[in-house]
């Protein structure tokens, strides 16, 4: 539904600010009329134009990032327990001067959309680029069950492991990157800069060169040559490839090959494994109900092939099948996820049995990325000492023939 900012004015003369969704601005007058709010302008927003990557980067009306969210989830939820109301926890964040400029931008927004009359979740639908759909429904949730601190809480503590956990696989892979990024960096220059001086001092001497020397100066001279041609096509390659993941289809294929990948595969699912059991135990904890999480749930995930994988686990309770079994029947996740929401399902506690199921991926997954990280820095290690082995012998044979010729 389109989304419009106004400015009106209440029968008390006090002008009041914010964004209302509606079918056009005819109808959104008369909702404000109806609020006892007389308009005085009414603008279309551009959301496509407001969420446009890279000019968003420099504005401060870009979202709220992840890990300001979980921040701002704990202080909302702190307030709220604490029995302040959700308009005034906010309007106590907004006084606050350590958020930042675009946080501050989209709470005073909020602030506005709460005073106008309408709902806490509807205020936050009105900036789905900064709270998806599953923290809507979950706030929708504690709307309806009356229940918003204790609701708030679980969601500030869910997002902060989820927020965890995406830092721990970062700083895992961070220093194979720098390993990665230094050893091609050290590669080029002995390539570009070091081989080449000394290719003219064996050049000048004429002599038959040995092959590994000559399979160095000929791949010494491509990258002279042709280097900067193969970084502008590695960029191009990438650019396509991002534009490629685009369409749906690419990216429902490349997903699935994702997770055919040796060790790397399994370590996917098992964050997405975490990521969804935590959700739906969120969820599930929240009284959503089952095929409700399951939506919000599969919208966390970034795999969609594994989305389409619950699309047909909701297909299959449509029919009458147990959660148990329709997620069993996909084959994808663990015997012991499975295995957990039949006895949650059967002992009635599929929430707490879901978290047990979120808490062993997470553990699972933790330990792959240790097993990996660990097998991948010898091999880089191993590698980066093979290529400078390589670059040293044909620097070094030739050397020693002249040597072994002058004697």
Same mark, same amino acid.
């Given at each position: ?5 106004? &400015? ?18 005819? +109808? ?54 604490? *029995? ?41 639908? !009105? ?88 399979? +160095? ?7 002279? !040559?042709?280097?900067?041609? +193969? ?10 490839? !991002? ?34 059991? *935590?959700?739906?135990?969120?969820? +599930? ?45 996909? *084959? ?11 006895? *949650? ?14 808490? !062993? ?35 070094? &044979? ?10």
């Amino acid at each position: 539904m389109p989304l419009f900012q106004f &400015e009106a004015v209440t029968y008390s003369g006090k002008t009041k600010q914010g964004t209302i969704e509606g079918e056009s601005i005819q +109808v959104v007058k008369q909702i404000l009329l109806n609020k006892e709010l007389v308009p005085i302008s009414i603008k279309s927003v551009d959301t496509k134009r407001k969420s446009s990557g890279f000019f968003q980067f420099f504005s401060n009306s870009k979202p709220i990032s992840s890990s300001d969210l979980s921040i701002l989830s704990k202080q909302l939820a702190v307030l709220v327990r604490a *029995g302040i109301s959700i308009e005034e926890s906010i309007s106590v964040i907004v006084e606050n001067g350590d958020i930042k400029s675009h946080t501050h931008k989209v709470l005073e927004s909020l602030l506005s959309d709460i005073r106008s009359g309408i709902s806490f979740s509807q205020a936050i639908a !009105n900036h789905p680029e900064s709270f998806g759909t599953f923290f809507q429904g979950v706030v929708s949730a504690a709307e309806q069950s009356g229940q918003m601190g204790n609701v708030l809480i679980k969601l500030a503590i869910f997002l902060e492991k989820r927020e965890s956990l995406k830092q721990k696989a970062l700083s895992a892979m961070l220093y194979p990157m720098i390993l990665i990024i230094v050893s091609m960096m050290v590669i080029v220059f002995l390539m570009t800069y070091v081989v080449p001086q000394i290719v003219q001092v064996f050049e000048s001497t004429k002599q038959k060169l040995p092959l590994i020397t000559q399979i +160095v100066m000929a791949f010494s001279n491509f990258l002279t !040559n042709w280097g900067l041609i +193969v970084v502008i096509g590695i960029l191009l390659a990438s650019i396509i490839f !991002n534009l490629l993941l685009k369409k749906p289809s690419f990216k429902f294929q490349f997903d699935q090959f994702c997770l055919k990948i040796p060790i790397l595969g399994k370590l996917i699912l098992q964050f997405e494994t975490a990521r969804f059991s *935590g959700t739906m135990a969120l969820l +599930v904890g929240a009284n959503i109900p089952i095929l409700s999480a399951l939506f919000y749930a599969k919208n966390t995930l970034s795999n969609t092939f594994l989305r389409k994988t619950i699309e047909e686990t909701e297909e299959r309770l449509r029919e009458g099948a147990s959660f148990a079994k329709a997620i069993a029947h996909q *084959g994808i996740f663990s015997p012991i996820l499975v295995h957990l929401i039949r006895s *949650g399902e059967a002992s009635g506690k599929l929430a707490e049995m879901l978290q047990y199921g979120a808490e !062993n991926a997470e553990l699972e997954a933790e330990n792959k990325t240790k097993m990996f990280t660990n097998l991948l820095e010898p091999v880089l290690i191993l590698l980066m000492g093979f290529f400078v082995l390589g670059i040293v012998m044909a620097v070094m &044979e030739p050397i020693l023939n002249m040597n072994n010729g002058i004697r």
